[in-house]
């Protein structure tokens, strides 16, 4: 390829020769002594490239045929594969008027032309004035990556043109320029080249457009539009006046296209769901094309908003989103990080499949257990007070306990508690054979069998698992298998048959309860079922909710652990689940209506067995055990304040045991409690005092603290 202006340094002797040899070409095209010289070249020609197998870039591409990511190739390219059909017919009449209006009568090599240029050649003291190079001599010259500014190198190439034309149709000689023509420095290729220099596929181009990629590859590093706009901008407004000149193009059209401004730097290419693009290029490294399940639009927007909310809380935290179908299974968006380059939160990490602690994210699941089971319904009532398991005692995420409440509002509070003996009753084994039911991948501690802790975050879970549970719970029970498209296998069959996670109707009941979880401030109540969840320490914030369509998960944190002072799921990942679910355009569906069998009444109204919750082993949390003072604890000094003379009374708290309770201070009675695990008692003084408390079956604790 040639551009007009150029000058061969070289000598009279130099012109003659070259001009000699063109006129050689044309007078013994035939003869022998041609024809031995053409069987030594194409001995040695390259074999022909297929556009199937030719080498280029692996691009990722999103469930319509987006492209979300490309990679370069092996050596460092841009060069994307191409679809003749998906360039703009506008580009190709163009190229074809200005590079060889004869590509589709001429047999490779176009030899009025090659004998103009010469003529011209010699007419204007050795500058080039036009080249004689048709489409096919430029798709040779390309293959074989070799200069052909001498009389050998040209020769080489017609020959080689030849046999291209031999061996390929003209759409496939026109499919390899697309994919192999120069744009300047590692961009090659149409496509590669409007993405880089116009943001766009190149499907739809201006004529402005179509004319700078007409003339870019004729020099393409001294016209680069980053490196010279001015150079790239006087290319094209030549392309233009030729085109005009030989009729392919209205002068009007291309006065309009000289005023359109040209490009000044070149533009990133896509890196939409970063990390899942990558894992496919590693399960698939042979393909050229990967389809995922993922939503272009959508992704592109739950990108934006995790990288927004990142950067409100703390430049080191990160914000993982992902968004399912609760049907189909199709990952439809996929976050890993706020940001793949983001060196303070690590956004190479992709949090979406990290094992992390799911804080209270797993109650809906204990309780849709209860509800299967025959134990409860969402009226029932409950106990929230101090109870000890052994060795362990749970409490509520802010010290305090709520007396009697339904399942329903145990679970829209998130009460700890309520959740912990009703996980006691179903089981911790059960609750995990439910979670691996959900095609998820719990972890709990090497060598342990799983324990109540499971119910309030003691087990590994990653947020894609978690969206997987919600969806099936989403689905009427129903598990789902989460899928993205990036194995080369076929997607996995729907409707088989496999246990579920939870009978229909306790699915119900639990997304109804969760559809009454107060929203945070930017939400709208009932729109979506959701909760939230904040693992210890506040290093895992959670919100996981769906739609009648659509199931989300967020999660907020740093990747390496660290604890972030402040952060919860309602407060930090919250907000962002309800405005990921503001992003779903036409795909929100409202909550399904309850289906036949559920019980919609009051306390009062439900049978006997079901107005108040009891464990199977007859309540034996609160029979079997004695009662306990959980607070003040045996030993203790308690600031009361009498130093300051205005001291506070002293709070004493139970756990365990059988109400009413009886409370005594040095063997003296300050109080009883009918249902109430708490009495309050104002000391005359500071100084040692012993608490103790009596049940109603006659069992007792008692403690000894020291009051100040």
């Not at 070149?266 to 890196?271: G, I, L, N, Y």
């Not at 999660?555 to 679910?581: C, H, M, N, Q, Y």
């Not at 004695?626 to 030993?635: C, H, M, N, V, Y």
């Amino acid at each position: 390829m040639t551009g007009e202006g150029t000058v061969f340094p070289t000598s009279w002797l130099h012109r003659l020769i070259l001009a000699g040899f063109a006129l050689f070409v044309l007078a013994t095209a035939g003869t022998i002594q041609l024809a031995s010289t053409i069987a030594t070249i194409t001995q040695t020609l390259p074999p022909t490239p297929q556009l199937a197998t030719l080498p280029v870039s692996t691009t990722v591409a999103d469930r319509n045929g987006s492209l979300l990511r490309p990679f370069t190739t092996a050596d460092g390219r841009w060069r994307l594969p191409v679809n003749r059909a998906a360039v703009d017919p506008r580009f190709l009449a163009m190229l074809i008027a200005y590079e060889d209006r004869s590509f589709r009568e001429h047999d490779g090599i176009a030899w009025s032309s090659m004998a103009r240029a010469a003529a011209q050649f010699i007419g204007a003291g050795g500058r080039v004035v036009s080249g004689g190079s048709t489409l096919t001599m430029q798709v040779a010259r390309l293959i074989e990556g070799q200069p052909t500014r001498n009389w050998w190198g040209k020769l080489r190439q017609m020959v080689h043109a030849g046999r291209l034309e031999q061996e390929l149709g003209k759409d496939e000689i026109i499919g390899l320029y697309l994919t192999l023509a120069p744009y300047g420095g590692n961009i090659e290729g149409i496509r590669a080249a409007t993405l880089a220099y116009f943001g766009k596929e190149p499907n739809r181009l201006t004529t402005a457009e179509a004319a700078l990629l007409v003339a870019l590859p004729q020099s393409p590093e001294a016209r680069r539009p980053d490196r010279d706009p001015k150079a790239v901008q006087a290319s094209r407004n030549m392309v233009l006046d030729r085109l005009v000149a030989v009729g392919a193009l209205g002068e009007e059209e291309a006065r309009a296209a000289k005023r359109e401004p040209v490009p000044t730097a070149r533009r990133a290419f896509p890196m939409l769901a970063a990390h899942m693009a990558e894992q496919a290029t590693k399960l698939q490294p042979d393909a050229r094309t990967i389809s995922l399940t993922i939503d272009k639009r959508l992704q592109d927007a739950l990108e934006r908003l995790g990288a927004a909310r990142a950067r409100l809380i703390d430049p080191k935290v990160s914000v993982a989103i992902v968004a399912a179908d609760i049907t189909s299974g199709d990952i439809l968006a996929s976050v890993g990080s706020a940001g793949l380059l983001a060196t303070e939160s690590n956004g190479f990490v992709d949090m979406t499949t990290a094992i992390r602690s799911p804080g209270s994210t797993l109650k809906p699941l204990i309780y849709g257990l209860a509800f299967e089971l025959g134990l409860a319904h969402p009226q029932s009532l409950i106990q929230d007070r101090p109870t000890a398991f052994g060795g362990y005692v749970p409490v509520n995420f802010d010290g305090y306990s709520r007396g009697t409440v339904t399942i329903h509002d145990a679970l829209t509070e998130s009460l700890n508690v309520p959740a912990v003996v009703v996980l006691d009753a179903v089981g911790p084994a059960r609750l995990v054979s439910r979670l691996r039911r959900a095609h998820t991948d719990p972890r709990l501690p090497v060598n342990t069998a799983p324990s109540l802790a499971v119910g309030l975050g003691g087990v590994g879970i990653s947020l894609r698992d978690l969206v997987s549970v919600y969806a099936a719970i989403a689905n009427g029970g129903r598990a789902i298998t989460l899928q993205d498209g990036s194995k080369s296998e076929a997607r996995s069959q729907q409707n088989d048959i496999k246990p579920a996670v939870l009978d229909p109707l306790a699915a119900w009941y639990v997304a109804d309860i969760l559809a009454d979880v107060p929203p945070p401030l930017n939400g709208s109540p009932g729109r979506i079922a959701y909760k939230t969840g904040t693992s210890y320490g506040y290093r895992d914030g959670w919100a996981i909710g769906f739609d009648g369509r659509t199931a989300i998960g967020v999660w907020v944190g740093r990747p390496d652990g660290a604890p972030v002072p402040g952060l919860s799921g309602i407060t930090g990942a919250a907000p962002i689940l309800f405005e990921a679910f503001d992003r779903l355009g036409d795909r929100k569906a409202p909550l399904p209506r309850a289906p036949a069998g559920a019980v919609l009444a009051s306390n009062s109204e439900l049978p006997t067995p079901l107005r108040r919750f009891r464990h199977p082993d007859d309540d034996k949390t609160a029979r079997d055990a004695a009662p306990e003072i959980a607070f003040p604890g045996d030993g203790v000094d308690v600031d009361l304040g009498f130093g300051s003379g205005d001291p506070a009374p002293l709070m004493v708290k139970v756990r365990n045991g059988i109400p009413p309770f009886t409370y005594f201070a040095n063997g003296a009675p300050f109080g009883r409690s009918d249902f109430a695990r708490q009495n309050v008692w104002t000391p005359d003084g500071p100084g040692y005092v012993t608490l103790s408390v009596v049940d109603a079956e006659g069992r007792g604790d008692a403690v000894t603290v020291f009051l100040n």
